[in-house]
């Protein structure tokens, strides 16, 4: 089979993905294999593939992608051959700890991701744990599932950590993939997103974002935080109101704040991607209220270009490989 492996990190401009034929994954009691329909890419690949996760050399080579939709050709498990599934950031956790047992095997100490300690999406062919992949209704095309499965559940978790009033006002900060569902699940649950973007003013547009403006003018009931820096950071913070919540699902600078614009009980939090029953009600979600996507289909061997595109913030919404 076909697939774009990684050898060791480099920056994209250098094309370290190499289109390579690798042995067909064999599986396990519990496993299914499935036929990749489409993956979606997301920044956290580039991380992977740049170095910035400073994995452990051990850990390579890499088949990244954690945004997969596929076709089940093979089962040891209750799935059927020809059911489609996907899979997220979570290739599978524990399901023994507390954090397992409590409901938050996001946060299991020994879970294991996809595309770093598993072979992701970006192949022909996948093994997958049949209890952590997640059946797809039946309207819901591919490519418009595979990001549900990281930018999708990332931004739903986001959302639900600021538990937005009817007419709260949330700033979004950052227009890319994963806030194009924020602005969507926050319109939809009755507050209003403002959009905070210089360049991606369309996009926002066409989530439906109440507000779109290219500077924070203050006074938000809850900040998400999608472009990952410093500033922008400190810019949240500081126009969040007391006792309001500021999400940064993820960030790779330092962050700090003055404390003045943070003593009257601002919370700030991450995420970590997302749990299987958040997979499952975002795409009830996406099927019930026909959540709109924007994608950009691209062939398995032009993963290079894709990240590179994406480094620059060429891509619109959300880039999908399909191999
Ligand atoms: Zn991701
Ligand atoms: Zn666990």
Known sequence: MNVMMLDKPDKVENKPLKYIVHKYPEIDQGQVIVKVLANGV????????????????????????????GEI??????LQVGERVGIGWF??????????????????????????????????????DAQ???????????????????????????????????????????????????????EAMGAKAVA???????????????????????????????????????KAVASTKSG??????????????????????KNVTSVASGLRKEAREILRLASETGLKSMITERKLEEANNVLSDLKRGKIQGRAVLIP
């Open 42 to 69: 997301c920044h956290s690949d580039l991380h992977i593939i740049e170095g910035d996760f400073q994995l452990p050399s051990e850990m390579f080579p890499i088949i990244p992608g954690h945004e997969i939709v």
């Open 73 to 78: 050709v093979e089962s040891k498990s209750d």
């Open 91 to 128: 290739y599978s956790a524990c399901g023994v700890c507390d954090q397992c047992i409590s409901g938050h095997e996001n946060l299991c100490p020994n879970a294991l991701v996809t595309g770093i300690n598993k072979y992701g999406g970006y192949s022909e062919f996948a093994a997958l």
């Open 132 to 186: 952590y992949v997640t059946r797809i209704p039946d309207d819901l095309k591919d490519k418009d599932a595979a990001p549900l499965f990281c930018a999708g559940i990332t931004a739903l978790s986001a959302v639900k950590r600021i538990h937005p009033n009817i007419n709260d006002r949330i700033a979004v900060f950052g227009v890319g993939g994963l806030a194009f569902y924020a602005i969507q699940f926050i």
């Open 196 to 234: 905070v973007t210089r360049s991606h003013g369309s996009v926002a547009e066409k989530a439906g974002a109440s507000e779109i403006v290219d500077r924070p003018s203050g006074g938000y009931d809850g900040s998400i935080v999608f472009a990952p820096s410093r500033d922008t950071v400190q």
């Open 244 to 265: 309001r919540t500021i999400v940064i699902p993820a960030v790779m600078d330092r962050i700090d704040f003055p404390f003045g614009d943070f003593m009257w009980e």
